[in-house]
């Protein structure tokens, strides 16, 4: 079956994306959840161990502690704004409660991911959520799992809710009233507190709830306008502080004689980076501040460090708190401090309830639990507890007893502490089986893609895939048998979870089917590619390896070989920043060597023209010696300067985003830019960068298309400017707050316009009679495309960022006239430089490896509320900006050299399709090696995120490569 290699490419690229779901499907484990069906009841709760034939039969519930608990989740707390010096200064009346009052303060580590919906399933429910939960945080599905807020619904406590509606989607109908509160728009950081303020006055003076929760956005949208040392910082933690004193003040005035104390909780659901993100695992993301206040614990009279304790221990201690079952699928123990006013008795009931469900959970998701040292220890702590109880009822009253008692507190503590370790631990279980099926897969994709090397990049740029052949061979036959028996084997024996058994037989099948005729190919392809005569393919014939080509190999494979450690994964933006630095070089070396040493050889004439197509022959390509005002021998020094240009523009760039992770804390040109004080000089700023964008994009535009190009950039100013980015020229009212919708959406008219336009050119260019203006149309309508996607990714990036997009375009335009023209690149190193260059920006735009840098505020541009559609598409495209824009470039310039470039698109389609495969297939196996790895969840995990989207963008790019490749493929 011949295929040409632009739709090669693009089948491979598929079918690569389906065994990366599929992996991903069973490397994220399903999260450690018990498998009954119904919800924990209080008739679960076990009876107190006794011994004595004539004991009194105990109460079956624990005993309820508060009367009312107040919640205050202050999003992205982190500790050291309560506990460090910040606190003292900017939350005085929290400091002295936590140091004089009646209070327990607490460093609660939050797991990773650190975004807040996974983060309040943790405080609800007591479980570690999956990590693909960062996924579903944009749009949260109902929580169905056993869950701290159910449990008070069922038992009539009367909840009240004020916040980021997150909670709302989460639990709905479980509120008796409730206002949430979009968390979306991060420029936003006082209406998102007011709507929670303004119910606050009203709700205490009034008797009719039990549970309080206030989950406040500010300090959260603060962090991600400009960090955690922005000046905006100490004005909200007072405003925090004084909502905590109202807050306890009232609670405390309506403390009476006889009844049972309220709770106030003070907390975070994660803390903030240094550069004022979340989402991953540094110390700064998971150290969130805890404070418990309630008359019912001892009075201090000092500061004490704050003990560590796990976020997900709060669920259990509420629930227990409030007389209510902990939840079954509950992994967190006990605070004991809280329980440390109760009686000896109380207290060991408390620690058995705590352990018996942890042993429960643990019984149900290990087959081998009785192995487990705190499953052992919580057996030899209740016979204990049994003892301790018979000694109590039979009216002992000796020091043995009260010494006994302490000794089974530990021995329960110990036990819940080892528990509660296995099952953090153990997390869920891997679908191994799936796992390697997904790996075969995009393993034979890769071995695929090696061995169409030569046909791929020939002239011909046909790739010939014996398919047809191998279905009919007896090797395929035998696969298909020993697949199927594999299959029936591993899913009738005993195991963990298996997703490819619970799907139809008749999809398996075809999946056994489809890897056996792949592998029968491989082998057949493998065969051809070992000619007797060992003949080395030429230039003429395949592809010729020169001393480029090893140092753009060479460099992709030293990129995947640092895939392997977590330091590298960390900081890998400084690998890219390396291998286009030496990019330069080899380019410098390489225009001195065609220019000032081939030209004098003894034998050769000294010029024979210039290197560049002229006008005529370019169409519309762009001639530095007309455009420019230079004589024709002066463009050598220009392709002479443009590396240097190049490194210049690459260094500016690296100090204006730290990224990464050890150095991520440093200040850089971009916070610099960001703070108040100097708004003025990123107002020119930005205003140059979109000056130098419209001159460097639109001269390969219509009339038309220039005009809304230049309306475009001037709406993008006047957006950043109504968000309150940078200034306004004109004179502007402030009295009237502006979130920038209208101006966001006056730019989306001309982006749509510019985009119609391109692409109603290039569906004229599929009618024309004439060849030439057919060309013409076409690359004329592939730029127009180009400049839309400009001006699209001009209004998502932030107003620091725009001199990313400029020296973007500056790069590409001098690159594409002085270098990849006038040496006469072929166009699989043209690829391999975009795709180089595309990563490289990736990083300078700000990006990492981690979570937390991605910036979700870009989905709600021109957006009134959250549209899940959009918002996804959005903040994609302004992640992968980079790789993005200098893949389109490169479609665009392949497209206008098909006149000295032959098969350049489908060349460019397969380089995409091999760069991508390699570090694929390098991580997919890398990750199940290490999956129990000590960094799999911080390091490893986002990672693979990131790749599995690299993916899939590179694959949609390749689609458009297809596309605009079809005439070809319609003449094979």
């Not at 076990?46 to 009194?56: F, I, K, L, R, S």
């Not at 966001?744 to 391109?758: E, H, Q």
């Not at 310039?893 to 060349?907: A, E």
Request: glycine share 6%; with cysteine; hydrophobic share 45%.
């Amino acid at each position: 079956m011949k295929l040409s290699s632009s739709v090669f490419a693009l089948l491979c690229l598929i079918l690569e994306i389906v065994s990366i779901a599929l992996f991903l499907r069973g490397f994220f484990p399903v999260p450690v959840k018990s498998s009954f069906s119904a919800k924990s009841k209080v008739t679960d709760i076990p009876a107190e161990p006794q011994t004595g034939n004539n004991a009194v039969n105990s109460s079956r519930a624990p005993v309820l502690l508060f009367k009312r608990v107040v919640i205050v989740l202050i999003d992205a707390l982190r500790e050291d704004f309560v506990f460090s010096s910040d606190g003292q200064r900017f939350m005085p009346y929290t400091r002295h409660v936590v140091e004089k009052g009646s209070s327990h303060s607490f460093i609660a580590k939050a797991r990773p991911p650190t975004v807040t919906m996974p983060r309040i399933k943790a405080l609800t429910t007591g479980s570690i959520p999956g990590f693909i939960d960062v996924v579903m945080n944009l749009n949260s599905p109902v929580l169905q799992e056993d869950n701290l807020i159910w449990q008070a619904k069922s038992a009539g406590k009367r909840i009240i809710f004020y916040g980021d509606d997150t909670w709302v989607r989460l639990f709905p109908k479980h509120f008796m009233e409730q206002d949430g509160t979009t968390s979306f728009f991060v420029s936003d950081y006082t209406e998102v507190d007011n709507n929670v303020t303004r119910h606050l006055d009203s709700t205490l003076k009034r008797d009719d709830w039990d549970i309080l929760i206030l989950h406040y956005l500010g300090l959260d949208h603060i962090g991600h306008i400009s960090g955690p040392h922005s000046s905006l910082i100490g004005p909200k933690l007072m405003e925090m502080d004084d909502i905590i004193k109202k807050i306890h003040s009232s609670l405390i005035s309506k403390e009476s004689e006889g009844t049972l104390p309220n709770l106030l909780v003070l907390c975070g659901d994660h803390g903030m980076s240094e550069t004022g993100s979340h989402g991953g695992s540094s110390e700064q993301e998971i150290n969130t501040a805890l404070v418990l206040i309630s008359p019912a614990f001892r009075r201090k009279v000092g500061l004490e460090r704050p003990a560590v304790v796990e976020q997900v221990d709060l669920a259990p201690t509420l629930a227990l708190g409030l007389g209510l079952p902990i939840s079954q699928n509950s992994v967190g123990r006990l605070i004991p401090a809280v329980f440390e006013e109760l009686s000896m008795r109380e207290q060991l009931r408390m620690l058995q309830i705590n352990g018996h469900q942890l042993s429960r959970l643990l019984q149900d998701s290990n087959p081998v639990f009785h192995k487990e040292d705190g499953y052992e220890q919580f057996r030899v702590a209740e016979k204990a507890h049994g003892s301790w109880v018979k000694l109590y009822v039979d009216g002992n009253k000796s020091e043995v007893l009260s010494n006994m008692g302490k000794k089974v507190r530990k021995q329960y503590l110990d036990a819940l502490k080892a528990m509660s370790s296995a099952l953090s631990k153990q997390m869920g279980k891997y679908d191994l089986y799936s796992m390697i099926i997904a790996m075969t897969f995009i393993l034979q994709v890769l071995f695929l893609l090696l061995l169409a090397m030569p046909e791929a990049l020939s002239r011909d740029a046909v790739v010939d895939v014996p398919l047809a052949s191998s279905l009919l061979s007896l090797p395929f036959y035998l696969l298909c048998l020993f697949g199927s028996a594999l299959h029936v084997l591993v899913c009738t024996s005993a195991g963990g979870p298996c997703y490819l058994c619970s799907l139809p037989w008749v999809l398996v099948f075809s999946v056994i089917l489809l890897s056996s005729a792949f592998t029968c190919a491989l082998v057949g392809m493998a065969a051809r590619r070992m000619p007797s005569n060992n003949k080395t393919p030429t230039k003429s014939s395949g592809w010729a390896l020169s001393e480029l080509d090893a140092l753009l190999l060479t460099g992709t494979v030293f990129h995947t070989l640092s895939l392997g450690s977590s330091s590298f994964i960390e900081e890998e933006h400084q690998t890219w920043y390396f291998l286009l630095n030496t990019l330069c070089l080899a380019v410098f070396q390489d225009v001195c060597r065609r220019y000032f040493r081939e030209q004098r050889q003894p034998g050769e004439e000294e010029d024979e023209g210039p290197l560049l197509p002229s006008t005529a022959d370019a169409g519309l390509s762009f001639s530095p010696a007309l455009e420019l005002g230079v004589s024709a021998g002066s463009e050598k020094w220009l392709a002479l300067g443009t590396p240097l240009l190049t490194l210049t523009c690459c260094r500016l760039l690296r100090a204006l985003n730290q990224t990464g992770v050890q150095w991520a804390h440093l200040p850089d040109f971009g916070h610099w830019l960001n703070s108040g004080d100097h708004k003025v000089f990123l107002s020119v700023l930005a205003a140059v960068s979109l000056l130098l964008i419209l001159v460097l994009v639109q001269r390969h535009c219509s009339l038309v298309s220039k005009i809304a190009l230049a309306l475009g950039l001037l709406g993008v100013y006047s957006y950043r400017a109504a968000v309150g980015n940078v200034l306004f020229p004109w004179p502007h009212s402030s009295r009237q707050v502006s979130k920038g919708t209208v101006e966001a959406r006056f730019v989306y008219v001309f982006v749509l316009g510019i985009l119609f336009t391109g692409v109603k050119d290039l569906l004229r260019s599929q009618v024309m009679s004439s060849v030439v203006d057919s060309k013409r149309l076409k690359s004329r309508g592939l730029w127009e495309v180009y400049s839309g996607v400009v001006l699209l990714v001009a209004l998502l990036f932030r107003a620091h960022n725009l001199p990313t997009l400029a020296c973007c375009l500056l790069v590409q335009t001098i690159m594409a006239q002085f270098i990849w023209k006038k040496l006469h690149y072929d166009a699989a190193q043209t690829t391999i430089m975009h795709y180089w260059f595309g990563q490289a920006f990736f990083y300078f735009q700000g990006n990492s490896n981690n979570i937390g840098t991605v910036d979700i505020s870009v989905g709600f541009v021109g957006l009134e509320s959250y549209v899940e559609a959009p918002a996804i598409i959005l903040t994609a495209l302004s992640t992968y900006a980079g790789p993005l824009l200098w893949a389109c470039h490169l479609l665009c310039y392949l497209s206008s050299q098909t006149d000295r470039v032959v098969n350049g698109l489908s060349h460019g389609s397969y380089c995409f399709a091999l760069l991508r495969s390699i570090p694929a297939v390098f991580y997919v196996v890398l990750v199940t090696a290490l999956r129990y790895h000590l960094f799999i969840w911080s390091v490893f995990s986002p990672k693979l995120l990131y790749e599995a989207m690299h993916t899939l963008i590179t694959t949609v790019v390749c689609l458009f490569f297809t596309f605009m490749d079809q005439d070809r493929s319609t003449r094979l």
